[in-house]
């Protein structure tokens, strides 16, 4: 089956950094598109960042762009998601989500999640 288990999550202070990782299982790495999606209280789920989706590079929700870095270690069939210069409005519960050919950080596009780790941005 396909796994996929997040971590790095915590508490940091705004201004600070974070960098989650995404451990991939049960599936090619290379065939997936792999993404981060948050869930903040009382919000919807937002796509946050992808890799491979579209014409194969990466997206960034605009909220992010410029302070979010998504990669990965192919070796280590981990995906990870830098996050600098956190902000208040950044704590959300994250998802990690694979999906065998996503084109959009639309959350309907991607069939399998993660249990997600909690960011807690203090201000």
């Known amino acids: 089956e396909v796994q996929l288990v997040e971590s790095g999550g915590g508490l940091v202070q705004a201004g600070g950094s974070l960098r989650l990782s995404c451990a991939v299982s049960?599936?090619?790495?290379?065939?997936?598109?792999i993404g981060w999606f948050r869930q903040a209280p009382g919000k919807e789920r937002e796509g946050v960042s992808c890799?491979?989706?579209?014409?194969?590079?990466?997206l960034y929700a605009e909220s992010v762009k410029g302070r979010f870095t998504i990669s990965s270690d192919n070796a280590k069939n981990t995906v990870y998601l830098q996050m600098n210069n956190l902000k208040p409005e950044d704590t959300a519960v994250y998802y990690c989500?694979?999906?065998?050919?996503?084109?959009?950080?639309?959350?309907?596009?991607?069939?399998?999640w993660g249990q997600g780790t909690q960011v807690t941005v203090s201000s």
């Open positions: 049960g599936i090619t790495f290379d065939d997936p598109v």
């Open positions: 890799m491979g989706c579209g014409e194969g590079g990466t």
């Open positions: 989500v694979a999906d065998s050919a996503a084109y959009s950080l639309n959350v309907f596009e991607y069939d399998f």
